[in-house]
């Protein structure tokens, strides 16, 4: 029975198999007796593979869109409990803000009716004190808090005595770890009216504390953590930019803990704006006492006018005095574009104005908070952070830092940051395949986030001219990095010298590009690479001045027989390649040449090393490529010269001779003209080395080479 393979069939598969009663053995019992051979079982495969994978596609459909469900209703919750937690702060604000105007007015009743303050008090023991009970209580609660402070070790130079703090609440907590949960420590919390001491217990002393952190109430704020057993009791303190957590003994002391804060933050918050409210009020100036001085008066009328200008600073406005909490609310949402503005704002209000004390206190609050500004601007800037995006990534805390006048540590950081991001991505670089390939890679890498850097940095620092020095430094500091990678692959892995000029020209056409913005940076790379060129060059010598010796021992002066014509013109066009256009006179009949096989080699091998050795070249190499050039001529014409006195006969002697011309009138020749056009100039010892007819005299007795 021949089974269908249309949408029909595919549709009647999926409901049988959707079906409730469904029995995979009866099914497939039934299918083996109803097909008509294999190919009918293959084909139903087929159909319920193709279905599989269509149920599949859907599945992965389905659980995309539930994912995207689930993290916007995440969101949302997110959101929702944001508001809630708000909702909660306003109404809590609210609250304490009813009970301060209850009591104002309880007290004003009592001032104004003493009889039925006094039947108030007795019948509510809990109303607020008299001005004298008051006065004794805060001398209490004051001595309490230079007891307790005694036990504390560091922290007497932290709060200095003064006549408004005292101790509102105190008591063991247990610190647990943000992240993990696991617990941390177990410290004593000191609570005073403007600020939070916390500190740890000592081991080996009981009742005696050491200070850990001091956090003042301005920019302290309590979150409340639900309980999650075995995790319970807890609450979180946030202070930008850390957070901490504790736990309570039990669930009351929670509560009361809670409940102190956020009144103790409250009466903070409202005595701080009686105060300033308070002196921004207009004074009456002092009545100075009578002189007889006449000349005094022209002084006094010159001193009442610095005061009369400190009454007109007006710090009541309702943006300076949120100012503080704003610039915590925009360097919480990281908006630091807002922050900076905020401050400018504030120094083009104060720019003019005289420095009274209330203006000294809101500079020491904001400075407080331009300090944690740029502590998150530089973290942000810090190389631990994530290198992806670029140089263009640091604009935005680069110029932040710059408008709150650190353009210098902007700078500094930028270019920490942008030395991290080249260091990382010549790392990445895999080494695979051919040092050349690898090579492009690397200067493609390195130059292009150097040209970016660059680039970015003009615009960064366009107006701060003194930073380009500190610019320059970072370029020779990373082209050094630079230059160790490349040495590495290229020197140190003893490649070819032709793979090693490919590689330098690379690099030098890839350092040109920063031409393009004003930047040389070609006389560095020269600098650094001339050790290892030098090397290369002195090394490669050696080894062809091995080889010249090598040959020179075998050498039985013999004319070449290339056997093929093919040979023979192969050997026409290197030789034409190395510069030598009248080799056709030294070649013979029938596929001979007239030369010894080492002279021929010792040509091709010594105008190869000239052909690398001047890609190369920079006026440091002059006398190194110059020397090694002198050295490998000279083992060739030395042993040229002792086998034309030490051979014996006379054809052997008339052919070193034709070889013998061969290097003096051809060969040298050569070397000198290319060596002139590579370099720019003539080189006078290659002139007297081919001028003179014997380099070396050798005595006519000895039997030996002088090489």
């Not at 190919?39 to 994912?67: C, G, M």
């Not at 209850?102 to 006094?118: N, S, V, W």
Request: net charge negative.
């Amino acid at each position: 029975m021949a089974l269908s393979l249309g949408e029909g069939g595919g549709s009647r598969l999926r409901r049988q198999l959707e079906s409730g009663g469904f029995a995979a053995g009866e099914y497939v019992k039934q299918l083996s007796q109803q097909s008509d051979g294999d190919r009918d079982l293959q084909e139903h495969r087929q159909r319920i593979q193709a279905l599989s994978e269509e149920t599949a596609q859907s599945l992965k459909r389905n659980v995309y869109q539930n994912y995207r469900q689930f993290i916007e209703t995440a969101r949302e919750i997110s959101y929702l409990e944001s508001e809630m937690y708000q909702l909660s702060h306003i109404l809590t604000e609210q609250k304490g803000i009813m009970e301060a105007v209850t009591q104002a007015l309880l007290l004003q009743a009592d001032r104004d009716d003493p009889a039925l303050g006094a039947r108030r008090a007795a019948a509510d023991p809990f109303l607020p004190l008299s001005a004298k009970e008051a006065a004794a209580s805060e001398e209490g609660r004051q001595r309490t808090l230079t007891t307790l402070l005694e036990k504390v070790e560091g922290c007497r130079d932290l709060l200095p005595e003064s006549p408004g703090k005292y101790l509102v609440y105190n008591g063991d907590l247990v610190e647990y770890d943000a992240d993990h949960m696991a617990q941390i420590q177990r410290v004593h919390a000191f609570l005073m009216n403007d600020c939070l001491l916390v500190a740890t217990a000592l081991p080996n002393r009981r009742g005696a504390y050491r200070y850990d952190a001091l956090y003042p109430l301005d920019g302290l704020a309590v979150v409340n953590v639900k309980d999650n057993p075995p995790m319970k009791d807890m609450f979180k303190l946030l202070m930008f930019p850390e957070s901490r957590i504790f736990q309570a003994e039990n669930a009351k002391i929670k509560k009361e803990w809670l409940e102190v804060l956020e009144e103790t933050k409250r009466n903070r918050a409202l005595s701080e704006k009686r105060r300033l409210e308070q002196e921004a009020l207009p004074r009456p100036a002092p009545t100075p006492p009578e002189s007889t001085n006449p000349f005094e008066e022209d002084e006094e009328e010159e001193e009442e006018e610095p005061s009369a200008e400190e009454e007109v600073v007006d710090l009541s406005l309702e943006w300076i005095q949120e100012l503080p909490e704003d610039l915590d609310v925009c360097i919480a949402q990281r908006d630091f574009e807002g922050a900076v503005d905020l401050l400018d704002k504030l120094n083009e209000y104060l720019g003019d104005k005289p420095m009274s004390q209330p203006v000294k206190e809101l500079r020491a609050k904001v400075d407080e908070r331009v300090r944690q500004l740029t502590d998150v601007l530089v973290f942000e800037l810090s190389p631990d952070r994530s290198l992806r995006g670029g140089p263009r990534a640091t604009r935005r805390a680069v110029s932040q830092l710059i408008r709150l006048g650190q353009s210098t540590k902007a700078c500094e950081l930028f270019l920490k940051n942008r030395a991290a991001a080249v260091q990382t991505a010549i790392r990445q670089l895999r080494i695979e395949g051919a040092t050349l390939l690898y090579i492009h890679k690397l200067c493609h890498v390195f130059f292009t986030s150097l040209l970016e850097t660059a680039r970015e940095f003009e615009t960064d620092f366009a107006g701060n001219n003194g930073c380009y020095s500190a610019f320059v430094v970072w370029a020779r500091s990373s082209m050094r990095m630079f230059v160790d990678a490349f040495s590495k692959q290229v020197f140190d892995s003893k490649e070819s010298l032709s793979t090693a000029a490919e590689c330098v020209k690379v690099a030098k056409e890839h350092c040109k590009q920063l031409s393009e913005i004003g930047l040389d940076l070609t006389f560095i790379i020269h600098a650094l690479l001339v050790k290892d060129i030098k090397g290369a060059l002195q090394s490669y010598k050696d080894i062809i001045i091995e080889a010249t010796k090598h040959r020179n021992s075998e050498e039985m002066w013999r004319r070449m027989n290339l056997m093929t014509p093919e040979a023979l013109g192969k050997l026409r066009e290197e030789m034409r390649s190395c510069g030598v256009g009248n080799f056709d006179q030294y070649t013979g009949d029938d596929c001979w040449v007239n030369l010894s096989y080492t002279v021929v080699a010792f040509t091709k091998q010594t105008m190869a090393f000239l052909e690398e050795a001047l890609k190369l070249y920079f006026p440091e190499l002059h006398m190194v490529l110059l020397e090694s050039l002198v050295e490998i001529i000279l083992v060739a014409v030395q042993h040229v010269d002792y086998s034309l006195r030490c051979e014996q006969d006379p054809e052997k002697k008339a052919f070193i001779r034709q070889n013998a011309s061969f290097l003096y009138e051809t060969v040298l020749p050569v070397v000198e003209k290319r060596f002139e056009e590579g370099v720019g100039k003539p080189a006078k010892q290659l002139q007297d080395l081919r001028n003179a007819s014997r380099l070396m005299r050798v005595n006519p007795e000895s039997t030996t080479s002088v090489v």
